[in-house]
Every structure is written in structure tokens, then in C-alpha cells.
């Protein structure tokens, strides 16, 4: 399997441009988890002229491992990123006046929930008969809130379209995971930067998530979920042609797209033979059994979705022409008391 | 009898005084809440300041405001400039005057003349423009950047995020410090000036001498009453 999706020409990587690079990757690994998702027809990336890339999880496809404790996917991802899970302090402080921290250190083989030991994991439920598996972790939204609401700007959104969290800046106020409509990101304290300032009294250690492999994707391979999974469910490449990949599939078996309208659009596309209405409510009932339903780690999947930034922008433009009225109407005034001034 | 007063903002100047004041006073409140502060150490608790954990509540209040600042700094600037006003903007040897300034304070030396504004104040507000002009800058950078279609590099954002940082607290402390100037007696008279416009005409040919002085040969030249009697 990780053959087929192995890339020509890394080796030659010193010899072309950092941009063309990220083009012929991108247009390879589309074509590839594509043929092996199943999808035909698909032209390379670089036709499209973007370098932004995606990740198709076809719902049809992906059962979960069944039989298997942890799934495939979720153990390639533990696995590969161990080296930057977190090694908190032994004696970690609480959140001050708060009674409380969060220390996910002690519970590291969870799978079942996202922690800042295990950044995706897979869902199950059973709509109209049909069980479904769904995939869960980041979804790299087009304008994520995560990034542009970070206070110190911890977060980035990389030229590929990628998001992901600096570690070495990262305070830990958990404010990504606020803003995030599936409050993604997972906080482990007794970790980071606010350990040197004032860690009894601000801070909180720091927030882990997927990063859509982002070293290995940079070198021209695949996300380590995508190269995991037996069964090709997930599919990494151009975004642009997973997108028309999702919705040409979604024709086909007369199914449902999420993640292209939601949060203002993200580079993530499920395609499911059964509505996400129902697999949200499915979700719902089964987040309001867990141990602390209100506590983040177990996102649902509500359809569309707004972007937290969308009453913002939609008053900026306002907020912009502002100055500029009000800087002409000075000029007038201005220009009338000075001419009062002369004629007197 | 009322004492003879001089007309020393005009109501403009001290609408967008108060435009400033208030919406900077607000924009700090606000940009303070976008820090998750207000659910970790118990603010939303507090009677009618829920709100304050609402991220959604606090960006937007913190727009209008910027908008109103953005407003009132442009009319400041662009009626001045017109008019040819630069009163406040920091003449050669002001740090020597300022210095002078503060020495008489404690009686070793007698306070220079001043003109419509003292030394020292032309030089706070060379450095409230300073630092108004790094937060309006950068924070129209962080209003752009969250639009859909931008994109920015990490590194830009960063240095944007941490000089709007750094200017918030610049500004805290030039409010403080402006605040504080007005626990010296010597400044006083020129508190109510902030509101009505109008300064005691004995103060400002005692302190603003020069400033009285270019009123008074104004005046000659136009034939023009510029001082307000009997208020």
C-alpha cells in the first residue's frame, strides 16, 4: 500500500523550485489516493494552479478496522508523531483561582477521544441500519479561527493550507479550541512557555493537534493516516480536485459532502451515504453519554456550520470605510472654518 | 465676579478628545477580554459581565470601537494638517524645557514660558502618536488578515500580533502617566478646559504666556475677539 503512494522524483527535490515541488507533490499524491480511494478521471493539481491540499475521507469505505483495538489510521498517527507528544512537570499546577488542570499525561492510550496523545481517532454509528466509521481530527479550515484569534499568534496556516500549533509559543489559554466549531485542539498542561513566566497564575501548557503531517507532506509523502489506512478510505492531495473527487462520489451513491460549506469551507471533505444531519444527532446522543459530555475532545458534525469570524467580517469593511468618511467631513469643516476665517 | 476666561479647544477638538478616550478605554477593556481571562479567573461571574467570556461579544465591540478611534484619528489629523495646527508637535530643545519644567515643580527654578501647550506635553503626544499609530497599523493588519481571502506569513503576523501587543501596553502606560499629570496641582486649571473649551485667562498669561501673546497680535491682526469674557 505505501508503495502505491510513494512519490517519483523526491530524490530530485534540490534541483526544482520550492513551489514547483510542492505542485508536483501535491499532484501526485492527489492522483494516487485517488486511483486507490477509486475515483477515476482525476487530472493533475497542477492544472489547477494551486498548491493548497486536502484530504478526501470517503465514509463508504473506511469501517473502522473492525476487529482491530485501535485503527490503523490512529496508530500510524500515535506512532509517528510520539516524539512531540507532551512530557509535562511532575507536579503540575492548578489553573489558579481554578481548582483544576488538565493532565491527559496518565491516560495516554486513549483512542477513543482526542487528547494531546492521540490527534485523530475514528467514530462509529449506526444510521438508518448502516454503520458508519468517521475519522476525526482537524479539518484545516480555509480561514480558521484557531489562527487568526490566537493572542500571540501560536497558530499558523501554512501556504499549503495546512494549520498548526507552535508549541514554543503556545500559552495554553485554549482559546483555538473556543472559537474551533469541533474544539479541536487538545490542551495538556505542566508543558511550555508559561512554565517560565507565571505558570501559577497564567497559562495552561499547550494545545495539540493534527498538522496533516506536515514534515512528511513538506518532503513529498503522505499524511501517516492516509499511507495507514487498508482500506483507502482517506485520500490526500490537490485540494481543488479532492473537492470535485467528494462531490463526484457523493453523485454516485447518491450521498452527502461535509466539510466544504462548513466553517466557511476546510480542506477536509467526508463524503457519506448517509445525511450528516443524522450522523450529528447520532453523535449528540453519544457525546451526552460520555463521562463529561460538556468537556471538548468528542466534535459532532454540525451541518454548515458558521465561521466565528463571520459577524466580525462582515462589519470590517464598515470598520474600514469608517476613517475615511469621517477624515473627508474634517476636511470640509476644516476647509469651512478657515474660509469663515478669511472672509471675516 | 466670573473670572475672565480663553477659549482653548474648540468643541471638535474636544469631541474627538473624548472619541479617542473612550473608545481606547473601551478597546483595552475589550482587547484585554480577547486573552481567555474572563472564565479562568471568574469575571463572567460577576453581575452583567457575562458577556465578557464571549469571544464573539468582545471582537465585535472591540471593531466598533477601533472603528470609532480609526474615525476621530483621522479627523484629528486631517483637520489640523488643513488648518495648519501643529501646536503639539515636539519642538528642538523640549527635553531640556521639559526637564526645567519639572525642576520648578520643586521650586528650583522658575517654569519657563510656554506656548499654548508646555514642552512636556508636546512630547507625550509624540509619544501617544507613536504608539496610536503602531496599534492602528497593526490592528488593521489583524482585522485584514482575518478576512477569507488572505493569507499572511507566520513570521509577518507574529511581529503584527506582538507590536500590537506591545502598543497596547505603551498606551496603558501614556494613559497612566496623562492621569497622573493631573495629580500635580500646577496642571489643574487645565482639567476643566477638557470640558468646557474654556481656560482661565490669568493661568494661561501666567504659564502659556507665549501663547497668550500670538492670541492677543491675532487678534490685533483680524480684529477678532478671541477671548471669551465672563464665562
Known sequence: MGKLHKIKGVGKVSNISRRSFIKRTVAAG???????????????????????VGTLIDLTKCDGCKGQKVPACVSACKSKNESRFPEPVENIQNYWPQKKHENWSDKRDLTKRLTPYNWTFVQNVKVD????????????????????????????????????????????????????????????????????????????????????????????????????????????????????????????????????????????????PVSFETIHEELEKQKASQPNPEAPGFPTMPVQVGNFLDSANGMASALLLAPVATAFAAGITAYKTMKGKEEE | MAKEKMLRHSGL????????????????????????????????????????????????????????????????????????????????????????????????????????????????????????????????????????????????ISWVTNIHNLATFMIIFGIFAHLVAFAIKANWPLLPSMFTGMVDLEYAKHRHSIWCMKSAVGKEKKHQPKYSIGR
Open chain 2, 13 to 156: 477638538v474636544r469631541l474627538v478628545h473624548w472619541s479617542i478616550a473612550l473608545s481606547t478605554f473601551t478597546l483595552i477593556i475589550t482587547g484585554m477580554f480577547q486573552l481567555p481571562l474572563a472564565k479562568r479567573y471568574f469575571i463572567d461571574q460577576l453581575p452583567g459581565l457575562s458577556w465578557t467570556a464571549d469571544y464573539s461579544s468582545t471582537v465585535l465591540i472591540h471593531y466598533i470601537a477601533a472603528a470609532v478611534l480609526l474615525s476621530a484619528v483621522s479627523v484629528h489629523i486631517v483637520y489640523h494638517v488643513i488648518r495648519k495646527e501643529y501646536n503639539l508637535i515636539p519642538k528642538k530643545g523640549d527635553l531640556k524645557e521639559s526637564y526645567q519644567i519639572i525642576k520648578s515643580m520643586f521650586g528650583l527654578c522658575e517654569e519657563p514660558k510656554s506656548d499654548k501647550y508646555l514642552a512636556e506635553q508636546r512630547l507625550a503626544y509624540a509619544y501617544m502618536a507613536f504608539s496610536f499609530l503602531l496599534i492602528l497599523v497593526t490592528g488593521v493588519v489583524k482585522v485584514i488578515k482575518n478576512f477569507p481571502a488572505m493569507h499572511f506569513s507566520a513570521t509577518f
Open chain 1, 129 to 272: 441500519g448502516k454503520e458508519i466509521s468517521v475519522p476525526r481530527r482537524c479539518m484545516h479550515c480555509d480561514n480558521p479561527p484557531c489562527v487568526n484569534l490566537c493572542p500571540f499568534s501560536a497558530m499558523e496556516q501554512t501556504s499549503e493550507g495546512t494549520t498548526q500549533v507552535n508549541p514554543n509559543v503556545c500559552f495554553g489559554g485554549a482559546k483555538c479550541r473556543d472559537v474551533c466549531p469541533w474544539e479541536i485542539p487538545a490542551r495538556q498542561a505542566g508543558v511550555g512557555l508559561y512554565l517560565k513566566v507565571a505558570p501559577k497564575l497564567a497559562g495552561g501548557g499547550v494545545m495539540y493537534k493534527c498538522d496533516l503531517c506536515y514534515d512528511r507532506i513538506k518532503i513529498g509523502q503522505n499524511p501517516a493516516c492516509v499511507e495507514a489506512c487498508p482500506k483507502g478510505a482517506i485520500s490526500y492531495g490537490a485540494k481543488s480536485e479532492l473537492k470535485k473527487a467528494a462531490y463526484e462520489k457523493a453523485k454516485e451513491i447518491n450521498g452527502y459532502v461535509y466539510g466544504d460549506k462548513e466553517n466557511g469551507g476546510t480542506a477536509t471533505f467526508y463524503v457519506s
Open chain 1, 30 to 52: 492527489a492522483a494516487s489516493g485517488i486511483i486507490l480511494s477509486g475515483a477515476n478521471k482525476i487530472a493533475g493539481a497542477s492544472e489547477s494552479g494551486s498548491d493548497k
